[in-house]
């Protein structure tokens, strides 16, 4: 079995170093350590050496199949990485639509849901209505009920495995053997990659995908389908199967047909709403994952991947968006600072400059202003200039935001994305100024004070240890030591003050989120006394911190 494996990972290999040679990638087989005799087999080159090596690349991970399409799909995520030319190029991609025999699909539903597929539904179609690279659609009777069901391509996970460890073993090898590569960590961009192909190879993330989206979505003009969760495992997906037709095919229709402008509408609002209210979207909105149904509403499929943003950074995106749309480069500079993409605050004015040059460039593109801000940032080798880092989230919502935007301009030439992020982004930030939201951060920061005064003693009695013990030398007469035991007191009360401060803040946001028959200009009144005296209070601190300083 071992001795199997071993031969079907050589001979894999060596499918992998003829279709790199057969695309002019030799000095790569080379450098790799691959086998050179390969090249004198070969016959089979690619026609058009001069074509565009990104082209070439795409035509690699295409040929490869299935686990080599998919890491080109989530190597479109990482433009920082690859740059914004080659992550276009890989969005290309298409999925493998290779077709698994029905006698093998009729297995794995039974070896999944442990019944006979007759004893399961009324009626099974037994030839696909699509397919793709991990598995296919089927369409059925459930409970007299229309259903999709969406089964893995049977040996699939198998044939994945072992193409996710030949990978590591090449990324072991360019990490060692190509240096200009070296510092992008190829071996864990492909364990990142290995994660999302586990959870893409478990259909029960897709289905908890979806139902989180629905309960999400339920009062909009947008429809998730329903999950059949009792008949949902890791190799077999059952939904309700939607009415309607691809966005594709709404695309190409003359415009009389639908209503373009009004699909446009309903889909960017939905998205948008995704990302700054929920914090939780489809991170893959291309038109084949966007359905119109008969009744001119918009139905989303294929949750497979989607994309998770914190308050924090909702917040930080929504000002982005909001700077942006004011193009003020210095407040975009510093935001970007504020979100920890640049780094080095004292190169705040050399990014603005940058920004500035940038969105001169692309005047007139108001939405896309952060999607051309940050292809400006990777085509002006700015990354490296700056030490700028992008994490995955912000490039995962940069490409979904870049089909999102062209996507609207298909359906309507004249579509203005910004005129529907603009008031989101807004209400975004004054939300933060809202009693609830100003009471979870008040909450936060007494959780963090409260947790530095609990160890402060500690810590304060680890430091009188260390010179007890004679590890610090250090010369005080008492004067100098009165005047230390005073600035630590003074430290302590401070300390102190500002965990009353945090705990009335507390309090009083509490207090303000409820009714009460007393109020002052709508607010509860002892919420608003609670307030006032935490204002009192923190001008106090603030002063004494001030003093102590010599600031005053």
Same mark, same amino acid.
């Given at each position: 079995?071992?001795? /199997? ?72 995520? !990482? ?22 025999? !029905? ?20 009626? %099974? ?46 990324a072991d090898r360019i990490h060692k053997n190509v240096s200009a590569l070296t510092p992008y960590n190829i071996p864990g961009l492909i364990d990142v990659f290995q994660r999302d192909m586990h ?88 038109? $084949? ?10 139905? %989303? ?23 942006? /749309? ?97 008031? !989101? ?38 430091? %009188? ?42 309090? /009083? ?6 009714? /009460? ?10 919420? %608003?006394? $609670? ?22």
């Amino acid at each position: 079995m071992v001795l /199997s494996t071993q031969r079907k990972n050589i001979a894999r290999m060596n499918e992998i170093a003829r279709v790199l040679i057969k695309y002019g990638f030799n000095v790569l087989v080379s450098r790799l350590g691959l086998s050179y005799n390969i090249l004198l087999r070969n016959k089979d080159i690619h026609d058009d050496m001069s074509e565009d090596t990104n082209v070439r690349i795409r035509m690699v991970l295409q040929e490869l199949g299935t686990t080599f399409i998919k890491l080109g799909q989530t190597l479109s995520t !990482y433009p920082n990485l690859i740059g914004f030319d080659l992550a276009d190029e890989l969005s290309k991609l298409q999925e493998d639509n290779s077709v698994t025999d !029905y006698e093998l699909i009729k297995t794995t539903i039974e070896e999944e849901l442990g019944k006979p597929v007759d004893e399961i539904f009324e009626e %099974f179609s037994k030839e696909p209505i699509a397919s793709a690279s991990i598995g296919q659609v089927h369409t059925a009777f459930l409970n007299n009920k229309l259903v999709a069901v969406k089964v893995q391509h049977y040996g699939i996970e198998e044939k994945v495995k072992s193409d996710l460890k030949i990978m590591h073993a090449l990324a072991d090898r360019i990490h060692k053997n190509v240096s200009a590569l070296t510092p992008y960590n190829i071996p864990g961009l492909i364990d990142v990659f290995q994660r999302d192909m586990h959870k893409e190879l478990d259909y029960t993330f897709e289905a908890m995908n979806m139902l989180h989206l629905g309960s999400l979505l339920k009062d909009d003009e947008v429809y998730v389908p329903e999950v059949y969760s009792d008949y949902t495992t890791k190799r077999v997906l059952i939904m309700e199967y939607l009415e309607g037709v691809s966005l594709n095919k709404v695309i190409a229709a003359p415009d009389d047909e639908y209503d373009k402008e009004k699909i446009a509408t309903v889909g960017v609002d939905s998205f948008i709403k995704q990302i700054l209210v929920h914090g939780f979207f489809h991170a893959d909105p291309h038109p $084949g994952n966007i359905f119109v149904l008969d009744d001119d509403r918009l139905a %989303f499929v294929d949750f497979g991947m989607v994309g998770h943003l914190n308050d924090d950074l909702k917040g930080d995106i929504a000002k982005l968006f909001v700077f942006l /749309s004011q193009r003020d480069a210095r407040l975009i500079s510093k935001q970007l600072f504020y979100m920890g993409i640049v780094k080095d605050d004292s190169n705040l004015k050399e990014v603005e400059y940058e920004i500035i040059d940038i969105m001169d460039r692309y005047y007139g593109m108001e939405f896309n202003d952060l999607t051309a801000i940050m292809r400006g940032i990777m085509e002006d080798g700015l990354l490296k200039k700056y030490e700028i880092v992008i994490p995955r989230d912000i490039m995962m919502l940069v490409r979904a935001l870049s089909m999102v935007n062209d996507v609207g301009k298909q359906l309507c030439p004249d579509f203005n994305t910004t005129d529907i992020i603009r008031p !989101y982004a807004l209400r975004m930030v004054g939300q933060n100024f809202k009693p609830g939201r100003l009471a979870a951060r008040a909450t936060e920061t007494y959780v963090d004070i409260e947790n530095m005064a609990r160890k402060l003693p500690t810590s304060l009695n680890n430091i %009188f240890e260390v010179f007890e013990n004679g590890n610090v030398k250090l010369s005080l007469d008492y004067d100098d030591f009165q005047m230390l035991v005073g600035l630590v007191s003074r430290i302590v009360n401070e300390i102190v003050l500002a965990i009353i401060i945090a705990a009335l803040l507390v309090g /009083s946001s509490l207090i303000m989120n409820t009714q /009460s028959t007393i109020s002052f200009y709508g607010y509860p009144i002892l919420g %608003f006394i $609670g307030f006032s005296f935490s204002a009192v209070l923190g001008v106090i601190l603030v002063i004494l911190i001030l003093m102590r300083g010599n600031y005053l």
